[in-house]
């Protein structure tokens, strides 16, 4: 794919989505956070039922650690995982009490030392709270990129360091959100609907469908 048939996808994106953002219910940046580890092998939709209960009750770090496991846990049991996550979450919250001022560190090396926070969920939060040009790719980004080959890769770094290296600075802080949207409603696993997608006379997928 060369640079200009790029650049014609990501301005039609763009058209099509101004002012993209997570499907993740959040009204701060310690929200966004909780809701991203929460994220992990779940859905948005699960993650906004049980948050939207949580937060109302506790949306600092001292309101969810004075919660304790079993407290927290009561809201997020529908969440898969949600033992393990419980824990990280806890955690998490410890951590921003007593090294960070309770504030969510808008800093790369700090947030990936949270427990249950990997390179992923710090791309999310910088780039959704912080406004960062990062690029978090998940299955439906990883998905996407290789099938219109916008930027392939084969594994989740490489495809980030491509779409890092060939997306243009102008597109850098929607493009993860923007790809995220195409791969869940669009260009989705198993049929991808071609006929009703806005890029479709720009993507490379060879097996396209109607």
């Known amino acids: 794919m ?28 310690f929200e966004l956070l909780i809701a991203v580890i929460l994220s992990a ?8 039922k049980a948050t939207d209960k949580l937060f109302p009750i506790a949306n600092t770090p001292e309101a969810i650690y004075a919660l304790g496991l079993e407290g927290l846990k009561s809201y997020i049991k529908t969440i898969g995982l949600f033992n393990s996550k419980a824990k990280n979450v806890l955690e998490t919250c410890r951590i921003l009490i007593e090294k960070h001022n309770s504030q969510v560190p808008e800093d790369r090396e700090a947030l990936e030392a949270l427990p249950g926070v990997g390179r992923k969920t710090a791309n999310v939060v910088l780039n959704t709270a912080f406004g960062w040009p ?9 998905r996407v990129s290789n099938r219109t080959k916008l930027a392939m890769g084969k594994n989740v770094d490489q495809v980030e360091q491509k779409l890092l290296k060939v997306v243009p600075k102008e597109f850098k802080v929607d493009v993860h959100h923007w790809l995220i949207l195409h791969g869940r409603y669009t260009c989705v696993a198993r049929k991808p609907r071609c006929g009703s997608c806005i890029i479709e006379d720009l993507c490379e997928f060879k097996d396209k469908v109607e």
Request: net charge neutral.
């Open 2 to 29: 060369n640079k200009e048939k790029r650049f014609q996808i990501l301005s039609r994106l763009r058209e099509n989505n101004p002012h993209p953002t997570t499907e993740l219910n959040f009204s701060s940046p």
């Open 41 to 48: 092998q779940a859905t948005d939709v699960g993650v906004n």
């Open 134 to 142: 990062t690029i978090a790719v998940d299955t439906h980004i990883f």
